[in-house]
């Protein structure tokens, strides 16, 4: 039910395209997927997201399960059937949300036990308790549970941290019982080059049908974290779709697939969406902004979503300035949009031999210095 298929890899950096079967599809990598993280896509409908040209689309493990509950889910006979969405879809462990709940949880080396951060209520995770909760909603892909330490963390926390995660990986594949879902594993180890090394290889050797690269994106420099991801990709099993968990901002997109990332994920389309900014071909625009009042062009003339094709840059600037739900979900759709577009031209690119000078460009016109990296992914 599951199968990738590399079919071209960029002869001078580590960019690829290939395509990962699923029972709900085929997804063409390299991709961004949005984020739908209770279900949905906050401010649009499941057909707003598809006109997108969204590929799949992730769900959140911890959410969930506070409200309305995994059980509930399953009842209703899964997260297709409850969002209304037959594409593929990808649940996280939680992991990241429980971690980042700092006072209000309790690591052992049997799980995590937390408090909601709803009502106060004790709860405890575990690599079996994660795994039947994601089972139970029943996504094409689920995540491992693993520990996202902050990037700040020393070496001696970040090493027990990485081994931990390892040996939940491995409980969390003997829980696992579903054959008609892809269990991926994530790579750890924080800001530190051998541990991420030793990480991505100990979980490469376990054998899941796909690799994440977690704990990125988590409050370190953008330097530091393409300097992981150039550290820890030679050393991911090249037959299988990588995954950079909770990167989006089209300057990462652009460079992650130069390191050979086939997907990505972030809520940063939609939430900037909501405070009126829109990402576009020529960088970040705050739609907010009084130059915009009468201004009748497209968000961004080089857009083909539906908010560039019929409104204007004043129309979505009144709405947002009244408040009007409209605005958020005209700027949602671009974002997406503009996202997906940005992947599909660079899968295109690479198809035809013209990835460095798509890099080159497009990050010029977004005003970005592409950052070079010393690793020869022709090898990885």
Not at 112 to 135: W, Y
Not at 229 to 241: A, E, Q, Y
Request: proline fraction near 4%.
């Amino acid at each position: 039910m599951f199968e990738f298929e590399l079919i071209k890899q960029c002869k001078h950096t580590g960019a690829r395209a290939g395509v990962l079967h699923t029972p709900h599809g085929d997804i063409k990598t390299p991709v961004y997927m949005p984020v739908g993280t209770r279900a949905t896509v906050k401010s649009l409908t499941p057909d707003q997201v598809k006109e997108t040209n969204a590929q799949i689309m992730l769900s959140n493990t911890y959410h969930l399960y506070l409200r309305p509950g995994h059980q509930l889910v399953k009842q209703a006979g899964g997260l297709h059937q409850f969002m209304h969405w037959d594409k593929p879809i990808l649940t996280d462990s939680g992991g990241f949300q429980v971690f980042s709940l700092d006072g209000l949880r309790k690591i052992t080396e049997e799980g995590v036990e937390f408090r909601s951060h709803i009502d106060g209520s004790a709860h405890m995770f575990t690599p079996e308790s994660v795994m039947q909760i994601e089972q139970d909603l029943g996504a094409d892909i689920i995540m491992a549970f693993d520990e996202c330490p902050s990037h700040d963390k020393p070496y001696d926390y970040v090493k027990k941290s990485m081994e931990r995660t390892l040996r939940w990986a491995e409980r969390c594949k003997q829980a696992k019982t579903r054959e008609d879902q892809a269990l991926f594993g994530i790579i750890q180890g924080g800001m530190f080059e051998d541990l991420r090394i030793e990480s991505a290889k100990a979980t490469c050797a376990m054998d899941f049908p796909g690799i994440a690269i977690g704990g990125l994106s988590v409050g370190e420099e953008k330097k530091i974290m393409y300097r992981m991801l150039d550290v820890t990709v030679p050393h991911i099993t090249r037959n299988k779709p990588r995954y950079l968990m909770g990167v989006g901002s089209p300057d990462c997109l652009i460079e992650g697939v130069a390191r050979g990332v086939d997907m990505f994920d972030c809520v940063l389309q939609s939430r900037t969406a909501r405070m009126g900014t829109a990402l576009t071909s020529r960088g970040k625009m705050n739609i907010r902004n009084a130059k915009f009042a009468a201004d009748f062009s497209p968000i961004d003339p080089d857009c083909d979503c539906y908010a560039c094709r019929n409104f204007t840059r004043a129309y979505v600037r009144h709405l947002i300035s009244v408040g009007e739900i409209l605005g958020a979900t005209l700027l949602t759709i671009h974002n997406i949009r503009f996202s997906i577009s940005l992947m599909e031209q660079m899968r295109e690119a690479i198809l035809n031999d013209d990835f460095p000078a798509f890099r080159q460009e497009m990050m010029g016109k977004m005003g970005f210095s592409c950052i070079d990296s010393t690793t020869d992914y022709a090898l990885s």
